[in-house]
């Protein structure tokens, strides 16, 4: 495991700093406060961007990519689709089952505060801990992280699952802390998924539909 953790220093050391960063604001902010105050900035250009960047969360994402991973190796398309379904089943587990009386916003505020909304976003009021598209988002883009060797790519795919991340809380559709814990879940499962499928020794795993096709 240490030797993964190496490998992936671009992708886990920022995610590292932004888990600490993050535990310093719920610390010492009100999940409430804390998302007035990410509510008050936007603008009409963010508002299409983040409405677009969120949907990079979402399975279907998830689905391409092991599509086109079945063409490098069943391997790695398995390392994305078992972790991806590992930890999309915890979170929901979690929102439906444990935190279930966890509102999101635009009921939280509720008669209380007028947030702002982007136009044509449909706001959730139930099940907002912990954010199943930031989950998704974090398993998915660690996972392919883990699969390719170049530095940048690595780093890049971090800021990926990031702005889906505050996408969602750009929106309005969860608060700071679930997309905190989203991460978790996201990055700790795909770790272990990623060390005990790679454990695996066959060769089987490592052909693909290519190979299959030229056999």
Do not use: W
């Given at each position: 495991?240490?030797?993964?953790?190496?490998?992936?220093?671009?992708?886990?050391?920022?995610?590292?700093?932004?888990?600490?960063?993050?535990?310093?604001?719920?610390?010492?902010?009100?999940?409430?406060?804390?998302?007035?105050?990410?509510?008050h900035?936007?603008?009409?250009?963010?508002?299409?961007?983040?409405?677009?960047?969120t949907?990079?969360?979402?399975?279907?994402m998830?689905?391409?990519?092991?599509?086109?991973?079945?063409?490098?190796?069943?391997?790695?398309?398995?390392?994305?689709?078992?972790?991806?379904?590992?930890?999309?089943?915890?979170?929901?587990?979690?929102?439906?089952?444990?935190?279930?009386?966890?509102?999101?916003?635009?009921?939280?505020?509720e008669?209380?505060?007028?947030?702002?909304?982007?136009?044509?976003?449909?706001?959730?009021?139930?099940?907002?801990?912990?954010?199943?598209?930031?989950?998704c988002?974090?398993?998915?883009?660690?996972?392919?992280?883990?699969?390719?060797?170049?530095?940048?790519?690595?780093?890049?795919?971090?800021?990926?699952?990031?702005?889906?991340?505050?996408?969602?809380?750009?929106?309005?559709?969860?608060?700071?802390?679930?997309?905190?814990?989203?991460?978790?879940?996201?990055?700790g499962?795909?770790?272990?998924?990623?060390?005990?499928?790679?454990?695996?020794?066959?060769?089987?795993?490592?052909?693909?539909?290519?190979?299959?096709?030229?056999?």
């Amino acid at each position: 495991m240490k030797f993964i953790a190496k490998k992936n220093t671009p992708f886990l050391l920022v995610y590292l700093a932004f888990l600490i960063i993050g535990a310093v604001i719920l610390a010492n902010y009100s999940k409430g406060a804390l998302h007035i105050s990410f509510n008050h900035y936007h603008s009409p250009f963010f508002d299409i961007v983040f409405s677009y960047l969120t949907y990079l969360g979402e399975g279907i994402m998830v689905v391409l990519a092991v599509i086109i991973l079945l063409t490098v190796s069943y391997r790695s398309a398995l390392i994305v689709s078992i972790s991806n379904i590992i930890a999309s089943l915890l979170t929901q587990l979690l929102k439906r089952a444990v935190f279930d009386d966890y509102v999101r916003p635009k009921k939280f505020f509720e008669g209380v505060y007028d947030l702002y909304f982007v136009p044509g976003v449909d706001n959730h009021l139930y099940y907002s801990f912990p954010s199943g598209h930031t989950t998704c988002a974090f398993s998915l883009y660690f996972a392919l992280a883990l699969l390719v060797n170049n530095k940048l790519y690595k780093f890049l795919l971090f800021i990926i699952a990031l702005l889906v991340g505050y996408s969602r809380v750009y929106l309005s559709q969860h608060f700071f802390m679930d997309i905190y814990a989203g991460s978790i879940i996201g990055v700790g499962i795909t770790y272990v998924v990623f060390y005990v499928i790679n454990g695996i020794e066959s060769n089987k795993l490592d052909n693909s539909l290519t190979s299959f096709f030229q056999t």
